[in-house]
């Protein structure tokens, strides 16, 4: 999941913008669901697929500009590399999900893929490109990775593997839709980034799916 997923999903951003990644990686709902179908993990539910079409219609409104990106020739060793990306975190989902219930515990689990996550990253990063150039660093960027790597990965991921262990893992990639209103919300927080009509309804609809997977009636 980190090696493959993250590692994939970081390599293709060098070909294409975060903006067509974020709507490729909505497929991953789509995926995990249809790998579960054919396991037979779950089964079909009405409601969850129209939270997840829901989901992928607010994510689509929010970056319908970057729907271009896909003519362009050069992208498409990136949008290869984030489907592969989608396919790998779809797969460790599941494997996360079936071995829950034997796992070493929520912590250890997540403090030792991502212990080894980091090596074979790293390694990888060494093997092609052994020369490291520290001349644009600087502290926003320092700081930036630092708190990636506390709130994205330390928090975000055992976030994660606490919810993988609680609910269907249909229902938690379907949640990772949030990252997105999130991320507009910070948007308009911190760097003053203007919020459109488009943006609020395509957040109503992505909450509304959100809300209608994971909507369970009261006995």
């Known amino acids: ?73 050069e992208y498409r060793q990136g ?40 090596v074979v990253l790293t390694t990888i990063q060494f093997y092609a490109t052994p020369d490291i150039s520290t001349e644009n660093w600087s502290t926003r960027s320092i700081l930036a990775m630092i708190y990636l790597a506390l709130f994205g990965s330390v928090v975000g991921y055992v976030a994660f593997t606490y919810l993988i262990s609680q609910l269907p893992s249909t229902k938690v990639v379907v949640l990772s839709y949030v990252n997105v209103v999130v991320a507009l919300f910070l948007g308009w927080l911190v760097l003053d980034e203007i919020i459109t009509s488009r943006i609020i309804a395509a957040t109503l609809l992505i909450i509304s799916g959100v809300v209608i997977v994971n909507y369970k009636r009261a006995k």
């Open 79 to 118: 949008v290869f590399a984030i489907l592969l990306a989608i396919l790998a975190w779809s797969f460790g989902t599941i494997f996360m999900k079936r071995g829950s219930e034997n796992s070493l515990g929520m912590l250890m689990n997540s403090c030792v893929q991502m212990l080894i996550a980091g």
């Open 1 to 73: 999941m980190i090696v493959l997923a993250n590692g994939l999903t970081t390599y293709s951003e060098k070909y294409i913008t975060s903006g067509l990644a974020s709507i490729i990686s909505t497929l991953t709902p789509f995926c995990v669901l249809f790998l579960n179908l054919t396991l037979g993990y779950e089964k079909l539910s009405i409601k969850t697929i129209i939270g997840i079409v829901l989901g992928m219609f607010g994510i689509f409104l929010i970056y319908q500009s970057s729907l271009s990106d896909l003519l362009i020739p």
